[in-house]
């Protein structure tokens, strides 16, 4: 911040990415969550720029509050104070805000504009539902009838801007930037003050090193709000953000490009981080996101690892042919799966892989078959289950919304683990319950001792698989919320539910909530000490002499199958 005079004066700009309520009504919340917000990064990062640049005039300082509420209780009355203190000059930001999160974003800015602040809405639903949809969806004029101005599109070239009408109190009630996406050179980059970072677990920082992606996956939003143009940062800009974070010793980092694979710059720099981390002696570690043909990049699989790429999340998406092609995802090649995992495995990265259960062929027994084949075949670790959502600004929710099909109006449903309209093949409840028997079967106990002795073959710590068991199974199991929107230690604020629902008495809500937590940590518990006596078992085998793993799913196939074999799961197991 520049430094404050006698005769400076103040705006305040709060900056809060709202979480999403739980079945009851409850905001989804933790002591320290996992997953960090790179909308918040990046508003942060501009408006520090836009204080350190003077854009409201000589004399004004902007001061900046952030708030990601997966981990943090938002201090409305202080903040409704602060502002109001200040005479009503500033403004409240609902940053990068998701369908799913849209109620809860709601009902903060009422309250928000119940006191006479100006509050501003951006994220995915605004830009997506704008970029699809044909006129302003419903929700969005009732926000802006509320007063809430909604800006769709990236902020980089207009955060300013808004800032400033903010501060004349002209704000317009839509600003659509869509068309005019920037490139990303020389852009600010997205930056978490240590005081929030320190709220995640392990203290994370987060950037993208580019937007966009060119593939054209019927179920994706980033298509239609980041554009399948790649653009993207230099490896200057990634290099000063990482020494900058390093002196408040941030060393994980999730690039949250949606394919980094296609990002035209990633050899220089992955290059350029693997010589800071040789430079400063410093194990920085990164997760990525790639798709199933990244390992076909001369170099890639190998020079991600020298940069620390330590996780990798790849959208397998399903094992099942016509699902892809229905979906629109032609570029993944079931028979290229097995191989790219083992290029992962052989370098010791951890492998995360999406799987999407409600394609219009699946059925329960389907389903359940190719997760067993999924198991016994492919050697990847972490699997997590998402049910086919039709995503406000994909193309799937503009097909069915234009064909007039039944779609949840619920929009707090749509995170991808509730079921939000119908199917061809499954009652809602059939599809309901095979996505819960699906972490069942992945995660169970005789195969995480598969996962571990793969673990160990490719010279692994077979713990990892603990403690990725813990943390994703243990997080749908007994906290019932998926493990992208888990953390540590849920809590629950009585007075903190959804506006359509009473406050509970403290005499019902309080009893109630110490069952729970003895009824969800207790059984964790529990399970914890099974998978820790499994995991000691596998390790004392791994120490014997002569000791020896190996399955089908570590053998390399051959990745010439004629494509008509892919209409089965694994290509008819590699066509035998």
């Given at each position: 911040?520049?430094?404050?005079?006698?005769?400076?004066?103040r705006f305040?700009?709060?900056?809060?990415?709202p979480?999403?309520y739980?079945?009851?009504?409850?905001?989804i919340?933790?002591v320290?969550?996992?997953?960090?917000?790179?909308?918040?990064?990046s508003?942060y990062?501009?408006t520090?720029?836009a204080?350190q640049?003077?854009?409201?005039g000589?004399?004004?300082?902007?001061?900046?509050?952030a708030?990601?509420?997966?981990?943090t209780v938002?201090?409305?009355?202080r903040?409704?104070?602060?502002?109001q203190?200040?005479?009503?000059?500033?403004?409240v930001?609902?940053?990068?805000?998701?369908?799913?999160?849209?109620?809860?974003?709601m009902?903060?800015?009422?309250?928000?504009?119940?006191?006479?602040?100006?509050?501003?809405?951006?994220?995915?639903?605004?830009s997506?539902?704008?970029?699809?949809?044909?006129?302003?969806?419903?929700?969005?004029?009732?926000?802006?009838?509320l007063g809430v101005?909604l800006?769709?599109?990236?902020?980089?070239?207009?955060?300013?801007?808004?800032?400033?009408?903010?501060?004349?109190?002209?704000l317009?009630p839509?600003?659509?930037?869509?068309?005019e996406?920037?490139d990303?050179?020389?852009?600010?980059m997205?930056?978490?003050?240590?005081e929030?970072a320190?709220?995640?677990a392990?203290?994370?920082?987060?950037?993208?090193?580019?937007r966009?992606?060119?593939f054209?996956?019927?179920?994706?939003t980033?298509i239609?709000?980041?554009g399948?143009?790649?653009?993207?940062?230099e490896p200057d800009?990634?290099?000063?953000l990482?020494r900058?974070?390093l002196?408040?010793?941030?060393?994980?980092?999730?690039?949250?490009?949606?394919n980094?694979?296609?990002?035209?710059?990633?050899?220089?720099?992955?290059?350029?981080?693997?010589?800071?981390r040789?430079?400063?002696?410093v194990k920085?570690?990164f997760?990525?996101?790639?798709?199933t043909?990244?390992?076909?990049?001369?170099?890639?699989?190998?020079?991600?690892?020298?940069?620390?790429?330590?996780?990798?999340?790849?959208?397998?998406?399903s094992?099942?042919?016509?699902?892809?092609?229905?979906a629109?995802?032609?570029?993944?090649?079931?028979a290229?799966?097995?191989?790219m995992?083992?290029a992962w495995?052989?370098?010791?990265?951890?492998?995360y892989?999406?799987?999407?259960?409600?394609?219009?062929?699946?059925t329960?027994?389907?389903?359940?078959?190719?997760?067993?084949?999924?198991?016994?075949?492919?050697?990847?670790?972490?699997?997590?289950?998402?049910?086919?959502?039709?995503?406000?600004?994909?193309?799937?929710?503009q097909?069915l919304?234009?064909?007039g099909?039944?779609?949840d109006?619920?929009?707090?449903r749509?995170?991808?683990?509730?079921?939000?309209?119908?199917?061809?093949?499954?009652?809602?409840?059939?599809?309901?319950g095979v996505?819960?028997?699906a972490?069942?079967?992945?995660?169970?106990?005789?195969?995480?001792?598969?996962?571990?002795?793969?673990?160990?073959?490719?010279?692994?710590?077979?713990?990892?698989?603990?403690?990725?068991?813990?943390?994703?199974?243990g997080?749908?199991?007994?906290?019932?919320?998926h493990?992208?929107?888990?953390?540590?230690?849920?809590?629950?604020i009585r007075?903190?539910?959804?506006?359509?629902?009473?406050?509970?008495s403290?005499?019902?809500?309080?009893?109630?909530?110490?069952?729970?937590?003895?009824?969800?940590?207790?059984?964790?518990?529990?399970?914890?000490?099974?998978?820790?006596?499994?995991?000691r078992?596998?390790?004392?085998d791994?120490?014997?002499?002569?000791?020896?793993?190996?399955?089908?799913?570590m053998?390399p196939?051959d990745?010439?199958?004629?494509?008509?074999?892919?209409?089965?799961?694994?290509?008819?197991s590699?066509?035998?």
């Open positions: 911040m520049r430094p404050s005079s006698a005769t400076t004066t305040q700009v709060e900056l809060i990415k979480s999403h739980d079945d009851e009504g409850y905001v919340q933790w320290k969550a996992w997953i960090p917000s790179n909308s918040l990064a508003l990062g501009l520090r720029a204080d640049s003077g854009v409201l000589e004399g004004v300082r902007i001061e900046v509050n708030y990601d509420e997966t981990n938002v201090p409305v009355k903040i409704i104070r602060r502002i203190g200040n005479g009503g000059r500033g403004l930001c609902l940053v990068g805000v998701q369908s799913n999160q849209f109620p809860r974003a009902d903060l800015a009422r309250r928000f504009r119940a006191a006479g602040l100006q509050v501003a809405m951006g994220g995915f639903h605004v997506g539902s704008l970029a699809m949809l044909p006129g302003v969806p419903p929700e969005l004029q009732e926000a802006m009838d101005t800006f769709a599109g990236e902020a980089e070239e207009h955060f300013a801007d808004l800032l400033r009408a903010a501060d004349a109190r002209r317009e839509l600003y659509n930037h869509m068309a996406l920037p990303l050179q020389g852009k600010t997205p930056y978490l003050p240590p929030v320190r709220r995640y392990p203290m994370p920082g987060t950037f993208d090193a580019g966009g992606c060119p054209l996956c019927s179920f994706c980033i239609n709000v980041q399948r143009k790649s653009r993207f940062r800009d990634i290099e000063q990482l900058a974070n002196a408040h010793g941030i060393r994980h980092y999730f690039i949250t490009d949606d980094f694979a296609r990002n035209r710059n990633w050899e220089p720099i992955f290059d350029r981080i693997a010589a800071l040789r430079e400063l002696g920085l570690n997760t990525i996101q790639v798709d043909m990244c390992h076909t990049l001369p170099g890639f699989v190998t020079k991600a690892r020298a940069a620390g790429v330590s996780r990798v999340f790849i959208g397998l998406e094992v099942n042919a016509d699902n892809l092609k229905s629109h995802k032609k570029q993944n090649k079931i290229n799966y097995r191989n995992l083992l495995q052989q370098q010791r990265v951890t492998t892989c999406g799987y999407i259960l409600g394609f219009p062929d699946d329960p027994e389907r389903i359940l078959n190719d997760i067993e084949t999924i198991k016994r075949e492919l050697p990847l670790d972490i699997l997590e289950f998402f049910c086919l959502t039709p995503l406000p600004g994909s193309a799937d929710h097909a919304h234009a064909k099909a039944p779609l109006p619920d929009l707090n749509y995170d991808l683990e509730h079921v939000c309209t119908t199917h061809p093949r499954m009652s809602a409840q059939e599809w309901q996505y819960r028997r972490w069942d079967s992945y995660y169970s106990m005789a195969h995480l001792e598969t996962l571990m002795r793969r673990a160990a073959a490719f010279k692994r710590n077979p713990k990892r698989i603990m403690e990725i068991a813990l943390e994703f199974y997080c749908f199991r007994f906290e019932r919320v493990p992208l929107q888990g953390g540590f230690l849920r809590r629950k007075t903190e539910r959804r506006s359509e629902l009473p406050t509970e403290a005499w019902v809500f309080y009893p109630r909530r110490v069952r729970e937590v003895a009824t969800t940590y207790g059984g964790l518990l529990a399970y914890a000490w099974r998978v820790w006596r499994l995991y078992r596998v390790k004392e791994t120490r014997r002499p002569g000791y020896c793993y190996v399955d089908q799913a053998q196939i990745e010439t199958i004629d494509e008509g074999a892919e209409a089965s799961p694994v290509a008819r590699a066509a035998a």
